[in-house]
């Protein structure tokens, strides 16, 4: 029987966020490292979100294209769980750094996701979004019909999700884990207390509609 699905939240700026996301129930929460992200934290606020995390919280660091350098930078400076890439990173740049790591999909009509996740084997997981102009899914859901049914490994939904439609998204494909940003916002890097707390208790309760302990 699946597990619980896991929630990240992601693009968290501010410590009230990050306290409302723990309390919540949020099983990792996500800093956005890409300097042209509304949502970007420098690494040492970050370093001072993170204090604030307990234990069994992931942490996790999201990248678009960065010098090698800097992504090693961060992780000596905050003590990230996981590490996401986001742009156009190789198999080997995202296996480079000792550390776990999730591969984004930019999904679209013609991109093959199985040939894609044997490309990214190493990765922890697929990280399935939107694809739009630039980087990150702007808060669109795609087309959920083109996740194949035979995608190897682990993936994880996101793109446009929020707490009205994560139920019927759960219902559906069954990833192992959701990712949600704009969907409990305010304004971009802004979050929504009661919009965290509606999200994490959506998954919930479509967990146990569906039979997951």
Known sequence: MQGKTRIKICGLTR???VDAAVAAGADALGFVFYP???RYVAPQQAAELARRVPPFVDLVGLFVNAEAAQVEAVCRQV???LLQFHGDETPDYCAQFARPWLRAARVKPGLDLVEFAAAFG???ALL???FVEGYGGGGHVFDWSLIPPD???HWILSGGLHAGNVAAALEKLRPVAVDVSSGVEVSKGIKDHD???AFVAAVRAADAANGVI
């Open 15 to 17: 410590a009230e966020d």
């Open 36 to 38: 042209s992200s509304p």
């Open 79 to 81: 003590p990230l769980n």
């Open 122 to 124: 190493q990765a922890r």
């Open 128 to 130: 399935l979004d939107a």
């Open 151 to 153: 995608l190897p490994g």
């Open 195 to 197: 919009r965290i707390t």
